[in-house]
C-alpha cells in the first residue's frame, strides 16, 4: 500500500523545502516558461551529503531559489555530495551542471540520454530533427517556422554534456538508511530513468509519471523512432512494480503511481483508437489526423495552438501512427517525401 500523502501548500510552486517523508524534501524551483511554472527537485539525506533527484534550469534565480531553500535544512550549495538526473531536457539537468562546474557535485544520468547529450548542435537551427520528421509529417509550413526559430546567446551558452557517470537499469545507488533503484523508463526521452525508495514507498517519478500533465513523447535532439512504444512499455513495467507514493518532477505528490498510470495508459489508448478512426476516415498524413483531433484539456483545434505545442502535438500523433504501423493496422508509403498511412487489408 502506498504511504498516506504528507501535507503539502496548496500552491505546489511554493518556494521552499517542503518534506514528503523521511529525510526527503521536494523543492519546486521556477522555470522561465510560459507553459511550465516550476519544476520539482527532491533533496534526500545522506551521511556523505545531500543528494538531489534532478537539478532545474540553469541560471542565477535557480541557484538562488535552490541555495534558499537549503538553508532552513542547514544545507548550502557546496554540501551536495551527488545530482542524480532522470533525463537531459534542460529543466532537469543544466542547473546540475552549473554546480558541477562550481561545486564539484557529482552528476549522474541515463546512458541513454548519450545520444542526445553528443548530438546537441545549436549552431544551425534549434530543432533540425524535428523539423524533418515534421515534413514527413507533411506539415512543412511548421517546420520552415521552427527552422526560423532563433536560437539565443543564453541558449548557446547553456551548460551541456556528458555526465560524471552513467546510469544503468537495475543500478543500485546506496545512501545512508535506503536504497535507490535506478528503472529505466525510455518514452519521454530515450534515456529517461526513474528512482525507485521500495522500503520507503516512494517513487522519483521524473518527466515520466506526471499527475495533471501528459509527458510529450521522443522531444530530444537524438529521438527513438517509436517513442510511443517505449513509453507504454516504460509504463507497464512501473505499474508492475509495488504502489508507491509519486513524486514528479512538475506538479503534486500523489498518492499512488498506479493510479495515474493505468490514466496515461487509458489517454493513449483512446488516442490509438482516435488515430486509426481519423486515418479509416481518410486522413492520411500525421498532420491531417493531428487537425481532424481535440487538442488540451479545453479541446482546441490544432491551429489555435502556439508553434511549440504544434510541433509536439503533430510529433506525437507521428508517434501513435508508427505504433499503428507496428501492430499491422496500418501500412505507409511516401508521396514526395511525406508519408502517408492507409488502413491494412
Ligand atoms: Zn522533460
Redesign the pocket.
Known sequence: MPKPLPDQPDDWTEPGAHAVGDGVHRIPLPLPLDSLAAVNVYLVEDARGPVLIDSGWARPQTEKALSEALRPLGYGLGDLSQILV??A?W??YTQALALRESMGARVRIGRGERHSIEGLDLTRTPHPRQSAALRACGAGDLADRVDAWPVTPEERAMPFGPPDAWLDDGDEVPLTGRHLTVVATPG??RG?VVFGDAAAGLLFS??HVLPHIT??LG?ECVPEKSPLRSFQQSLRLVRELPDALLLP?HGRVAASVHTRVDQLLAHHEERLDAVHREVRAGAPTAHQVARALPWTRRLRRLDELPDQHRMLAVLEIDAHLEVLTEVGVLTWAHVEGVRHFAVRG
Do not use: E, K, V
Open positions: 532522470t533525463h531536457h529543466d532537469h519521454h526521452t529517461h521524473g518527466d509527458p510529450s522531444f518532477a
